[in-house]
């Protein structure tokens, strides 16, 4: 019979994080689960609208750097697992103003360490307790660097070679990670996983901005060549894998979660413009294709990421279950169908970040 756990999840309010506590509730209902999540530009509580007032189900709003909100969350709500998604995540807001990432990345998962440390101690002592507690960090195949066009994909065993400072931040936060576990024995597992798309998705990220943009007959800027590779798998399938992570997992091991769907920045564009085109709609401009405008390369832009998910497929049995064509499609028409979910987000201060990003 299964234990039912009980965990934080942190950012929980954010894309992947939603998604996971939407999957995680479905699927395991009598499972606590207590969201912590400050709500940032990028958390939104509209993502967990439906699940307020489910039994099992909490929102807290606050911060991962909240020492004793942490261990009060920990102790009242008696839990045994934290999925550590919170994180400032995006590379272009990191070129612009890094302090935040260092904050969060780092310094954020530094004390919910130390935080679960004494947990776990607690859970340790108790005689009675035949659960397995995990901390689960939830991290990106950023920190492995860029690949060239014909080097192997990254494998848990590459060497950390991060180059913007979102991804150094991870690299720095995925090495504390993994000290823990080696220094105090916590049971600790890291997941590095490629580029992830779907519903809840924020506007400023590749694929919901070229949707959007479509919509709005708004340029859509292609970085540098367009050239650049990106592995994507769909949000459903990283947190199928993430759920066979937690329950299936190694304590103190690494495991790559990717799709195996290598694209080039300019074909999946491309193909977003064909799937808008396709759909029953009007569109202020047509063929969409028209919008796309190279604009100057992100600064130290990585070339090409590709995950090998073999270990996870071979040893814990997961493998991804939507194709990229069916997943894109299905994600162009969720902003088609929601529009009342994306256009709040188009804030004055997200208008001023997007002026800064792609100005010249
Ligand atoms: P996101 O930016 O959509 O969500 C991050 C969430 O964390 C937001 O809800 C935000 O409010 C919250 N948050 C930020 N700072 C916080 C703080 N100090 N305290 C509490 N909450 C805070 O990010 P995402 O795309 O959902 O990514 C989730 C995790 O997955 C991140 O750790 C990211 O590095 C990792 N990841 C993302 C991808 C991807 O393609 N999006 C791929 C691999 C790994």
Redesign the pocket.
Known sequence: VRIPRRLLV????????ANFVHHWCDRYPNDRIVV?????Y???QANLKDLEGRENFRFVQ????DRALIDELLYTENLNTIAH??????VDRSILAPDAFI??NVV?TLTLLEAFKKRWQTLNQATTSSEHPVFLH????EVYGSLTPDAPAFTETTPYAPNSPYSAS?AGSDHLVRAYYHTYGLPTIITN????YGPYH?PE?LIPLMCINILMGKPLPVYGDGQNVRDWLYVGDHCAALDVVIHKGEPGQTYNIGGNNEVKNIDLVTTLCQLMDEADIKLPVRPANELITFVKDRLGHDRRYAINATKIKTELGWSPSVTVEEGLRQTVEWYLNNRDWWEPLLSPEYQAYYQKVYAS
Do not use: P, R, Y
């Open positions: 942190t950012g929980g309010a954010g894309f992947i994080g912590l999540d400050a709500l940032t990028a958390g939104n606050g911060n991962i750097c998604f919170a994180a400032e995540s995006h904050q969060t954020g939830v991290s990106t195949d991870k996983c490629s580029n992830n924020f990220k």
